[in-house]
């Protein structure tokens, strides 16, 4: 199906789908939306989510959600109200745990996995978008020979007219019709041009917030308050429907209580999973929002950021390190010598693709320890919120020297002067500025084209 590179080329927005996909397929599994009867056919689509992942995410995702599906058959047939043709897919109603098991839960992992592998074989064929919707259309299919045909090795009893299930009857042509426009429908949603960019913005969001480790923490913390929260409301709503139906004369025996509470927890799955869907939305619009301002602030010429960022992130810097003691940093400030000359003569596209080449080069040298933004025109500042001795610091800035001397060729020779500041955390901001500002009027007065090391107070100086 496909050029579809997107999802599986971005690991954030394969997590998202493959965590989306998860909840959907709790929420098939314990409503409606998984399973249709209409005399006098009966339709069952629960599985279509496992599809979706082999399709679009790989054959890992597909087998784990096939895992959850199996799981979520084996809850729904551990219940007295069922038929005793179900229970076989119960280990606690059939009488036969491990057999049980295989069918229920793996078979559906089984089938996850296979589906994973074909649409990986289809993708290196020539005609892989006509495989694709062949293996699509069907799966379905595929799901019930994988289910009959364990049901008829481990309950022989219960399959006397095995044959059937490879027929195809209106159930099966219409579940199977669904899956082919299910993943024709997601192929063109994602190729179309607006959504890739929403895509692209939550994945680089992704990258750029919600970096502290504390949250993390704080979102498991969150999740398991409220599936608490939500198990102690099962128990409790399925005490008092009890204590209701004995008010009106009828009794709850041991099989309804049960019965009750087994219920009462679909209903809790299935909220908490539609929850989560509505949750997981709301971040990726949030995410795809917050990086679109992020790209506002960023310098449009040469993507760095812009000054009003860039001292932002430095006085974040400060109060991130403002209990350490003895970590030092270093501030600079580089601005190109003679830009004017160099836009006079060669003309502003060439003083642009200077300038788009000096950020590039000072975010390949030291944008791994730290951030780079234009401060206006000519001049870029820096701030390395990292660990180096003064040698390595003077080899680096004269790297990024000979890396600049000829991006207008060997005829004319680009140079920045550059100051410097090394501090020790924490410090103010300003004072930092203004230091490094004095550094680089000293390298302008000592003939430009040179770097000069300010020491802001005293330093410690560190080896890696």
Known sequence: ?????????????????????IALELLMSFTFLGYIHIEPISITFAYIPIIIAACFLGPWQSTV???????????????????SYDQLFSPFMSGYPIKSILLSIGTRTLFGLICGLLFILAEKCRAKRVLSIVIAFLAPRLHSVLVYLTMKMLFPETMNNFRTTFQMDI???????????????????????????????????????????HISWQLTAFILTILGAA???????????????????????AEIGHDLLHLQIQFMIAMMALLFLMVLTLMLIFRAIAYREYLGQM??????????????????????????????GYYMFVDVDNFKKINDTFGHPEGDRVLRYIAKTLQN???????????????????????????EMKMLLSQFQSNISDILGETT??????????????????????????????AKNNGRNCYV???????IHHNE
């Open 171 to 213: 159930g099966s042509l219409i579940v199977s019709v669904l899956c082919v426009l299910l993943t024709e429908i997601i192929h063109s949603f994602l190729q179309n041009k607006r959504i890739r960019i929403f895509l692209e913005y939550v994945e680089h969001g992704s990258g750029i917030f919600y970096k502290e480790e």
């Open 65 to 83: 959600i096939g895992f959850v599906c199996g799981l979520s058959s084996l809850y729904k047939a551990s219940a007295y109200y069922v038929m």
């Open 453 to 459: 090391i300010g020491e802001l107070d005293s330093v």
């Open 231 to 253: 198990t102690v409301a099962a128990v409790y709503f399925t005490q008092r429907i009890s204590y209701m139906l004995s008010i009106y004369g009828l009794n709850v025996s």
């Open 365 to 391: 040298l030291f944008g791994f320890r730290g951030e780079i933004g234009r401060m206006g025109g000519d001049e870029f500042a820096v701030m390395l919120d990292g660990v180096f001795t003064e040698n």
């Open 299 to 328: 310098d449009s010429l040469t993507s760095v950021m812009n000054r009003k960022m860039f001292l932002e992130y430095c006085e974040s810097i400060q109060k991130k390190n403002s209990i350490l003691s003895g970590k030092t």
């Open 1 to 21: 199906m496909m050029q579809i590179n997107i999802l599986k080329k971005n690991i954030n927005l394969k997590n998202y789908a493959f965590y989306s996909l």
């Open 413 to 442: 020779n680009v140079t920045c002067s550059i100051g410097v500041c090394h501090f020790a955390y924490p410090r103010d901001i300003q004072t930092i500025y203004r230091e490094a500002d004095q550094m680089l009027y000293q």
